[in-house]
């Protein structure tokens, strides 16, 4: 089992920053390829960011491109997405999700390949 747990989230105005963080237990994190997705209201779950376990392989969304930054620090079993020129768009409950990988660069893209999610975190972002 792995637990999973965002922090980080809040109210910030358009063009600002934040920094998510997730903090992983229960399973060697540095096997974990990670990411995050988020949940507008009244709109499906979207990935926005993915990372494989060693921290070398990324993938984003085009609509977070140039704009969000995924990180791991596997010796803090957390993972980042650094925020940056926030648009109202971006509101949504932010959620990181683990899967175990055997490939050290391997990157999941779809809701359905991971396995443990955590609660998630709410991110306002105002005009």
């Known amino acids: 089992q792995v637990q999973l747990v965002e922090s980080g989230g809040g109210l910030v105005q358009a063009g600002g920053a934040l920094r998510l963080s997730c903090a992983a237990s229960?399973?060697?994190?540095?096997?974990?390829?990670m990411g995050w997705f988020r949940q507008a209201p009244g709109k499906e779950r979207e990935v926005v960011a993915a990372?494989?376990?060693?921290?070398?392989?990324?993938r984003y969304a085009d609509s977070v491109k140039g704009r969000f930054a995924i990180s791991r620090d596997n010796t803090k079993n957390t993972v980042y997405l650094q925020m940056n020129s926030l648009k109202p768009e971006d509101t949504a409950v932010y959620y990181c999700?683990?899967?175990?990988?055997?490939?050290?660069?391997?990157?999941?893209w779809g809701q359905g390949s991971y396995d443990y999610w955590g609660q998630g975190t709410q991110v306002t972002v105002s005009s």
């Open positions: 229960g399973r060697t994190f540095s096997r974990l390829a």
């Open positions: 999700a683990a899967k175990y990988s055997d490939y050290y660069s391997n990157v999941y």
């Open positions: 990372i494989g376990w060693s921290g070398g392989s990324t």
